[in-house]
Structure formats: structure tokens, C-alpha cells
């Protein structure tokens, strides 16, 4: 059974840094696509950025590229997103994804796998 756990959520200051760290299990993840989503109250879940977990390919939405980098670490099973010049408007929980389809895919709706969320707060 395939689970994901991300953690390293918190709170932080406007132009501050957090990384997130999304934990999987339960099967090979070699023909997947990770992802990270997010969703701020009153919103739908939106698309963060993405990465095949093998080759280097990654994609981000225009919001956050240049801000965030996703990465993987392999032997560990571990997917983060590292997150620097945060914004008031970054604030949301965030949610790993997992998808068994090596093409990157940003709609919620093709990614088979979530995590519970690990909630970002950025203040003013």
C-alpha cells in the first residue's frame, strides 16, 4: 500500500525559508511522477511543481518558479520542496502527490496517491 508523509511544515516570516519533506512507501517509485499541491482556505487544490523520480526533469507552476526548487533523494524515498522567499500568498497546506506515469501532470485529478497535508503559514 502506497503512503506518502510529508512533514516540515510551519510557520515563518515573509521572504523566509522552509523545506518540506514528502516520506514514500509501499512500492517501487521508479516509473512515478511526484508531485506537491497546494490549497489556501476557500480555494480549489492547485498544482506547485512536479519531478520524474528518475532523469532530472521538473516543472513548476508560474507562481512559485524561480522560488522553489523540487528535489528527490532516492535511496531514501524522498521527495522535498524547498521553498525560499516565501509570501503571505504561499500560505496553505501542502500535499504531496504521486502518479505511477512517467509524464508530468498537474491537474489533481491523474495523481493516484495523496498525504495528509503539512500546514505553511507565512505572515506579513
Known amino acids: 500500500q502506497v503512503q506518502l508523509v510529508e512533514s516540515g511544515g510551519g510557520l515563518v516570516q515573509a521572504g523566509g525559508s522552509l523545506r518540506l519533506s514528502c516520506a514514500a512507501s509501499?512500492?517501487?517509485?521508479?516509473?512515478?511522477?511526484m508531485a506537491w499541491f497546494r490549497q489556501a482556505p476557500g480555494k480549489e487544490r492547485e498544482f506547485v511543481a512536479a519531478?520524474?523520480?528518475?532523469?532530472?526533469?521538473?516543472y513548476y507552476a508560474g507562481s512559485v518558479k524561480g522560488r522553489f526548487t523540487i528535489s528527490r533523494e532516492n535511496a531514501k524515498n524522498t521527495v522535498y520542496l524547498q521553498m525560499n522567499s516565501l509570501k503571505p500568498e504561499d500560505t496553505a497546506v501542502y500535499y504531496c502527490?504521486?502518479?505511477?506515469?512517467?509524464?508530468?501532470?498537474?491537474?489533481?485529478?491523474?495523481?493516484?496517491?495523496w498525504g495528509q497535508g503539512t500546514q505553511v503559514t507565512v505572515s506579513s
Open positions: 509501499g512500492r517501487t517509485f521508479s516509473d512515478s511522477t
Open positions: 519531478i520524474r523520480w528518475t532523469g532530472s526533469t521538473t
Open positions: 502527490a504521486a502518479r505511477f506515469d512517467v509524464a508530468i501532470a498537474t491537474r489533481t485529478g491523474l495523481y493516484d496517491y
